[in-house]
């Protein structure tokens, strides 16, 4: 274990480090945390829309009952006035004249509720347009987020490969018993009388123990095992 084999396990270290970066951010990429608030958001808001629709739906339903009853009104209206017009009875005439006018308020009357439903109906598709509109921006939010996080994913894919590559030609260049001890326990630069892998600043003792392992040996740290390489950072 010369003292340069183990100054390559810091390279070792360094991308171990950058593999686990990869691999997190390509699990669980940046984006996600806002595509599932979307999402969540997405479906308050489509609920939204639905009881947005049936309001309309319901104001469109009472606006077609509205204009069946005027058609039944002016029918019959329509037939009352070709009845007087042949009437021979005078009694007849004056009630169907009576039922005429009866049927020409009501007619009327029944104009003047249609506008009023005909207005309900336009701030009820309004108002579902508006969601419509809002249920848009969301999905446009999330479809950008998911291209995004799609490509990151992706990047992270083909960086996890080439780190995989790096790895495997580094661990080429130590023994390989040096690389099975790294993999169990890991390793850190010794530097400021500290652990640079768990950052326990060694004790005395601990300093007189690595001082006295020499170079072409493995010195361990004494807190979380991980095998402490040596340089001239190291100020021992
Ligand atoms: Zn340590």
Redesign the pocket.
């Known amino acids: 274990m010369t003292p340069a084999d183990q100054r390559i396990l810091l390279d070792l270290v360094d991308l171990d480090r950058r593999i686990l970066v990869a691999e997190s951010t390509r699990k669980n990429p940046p984006q996600a945390a806002r595509i599932a608030e979307l999402t969540a958001q997405k479906q308050g808001q489509s609920q939204e829309l639905s009881q947005r629709l049936g309001a309309r739906d319901d104001v469109a339903l009472e606006l077609s009952r509205l204009e069946s009853d005027v058609k039944v009104a002016a029918a019959r209206r329509q037939r009352d006035q070709e009845r007087v017009a042949t009437a021979s009875d005078p009694k007849q005439a004056v009630a169907f004249e009576s039922e005429i006018a009866a049927l020409t308020k009501r007619l009327s009357d029944l104009e003047d509720a249609q506008l009023v439903i005909m207005e309900r109906l336009e701030e009820a598709e309004t108002a579902v347009n508006e969601q419509k509109a809002v249920i848009d921006v969301t999905n446009e939010e999330g479809a950008r987020l998911t291209a995004e996080a799609r490509e990151l994913i992706s990047k992270m894919t083909s960086e996890l490969d080439e780190l995989a590559r790096d790895r495997a030609a580094v661990v080429g260049r130590i023994p390989e018993a040096l690389a099975k001890q790294y993999d169990r326990v890991?390793a850190?630069l010794l530097t400021r009388n500290t652990?640079?892998?768990?950052?326990?600043v060694l004790n005395a003792t601990d300093l007189q123990e690595v001082r006295a392992t020499s170079v072409h040996e493995i010195a361990?740290?004494?807190?979380?095992?991980?095998i402490?390489v040596r340089t001239e950072e190291s100020g021992l």
């Open positions: 890991g850190g652990c640079g892998a768990c950052n326990m361990n740290c004494p807190s979380c095992g991980a402490m």
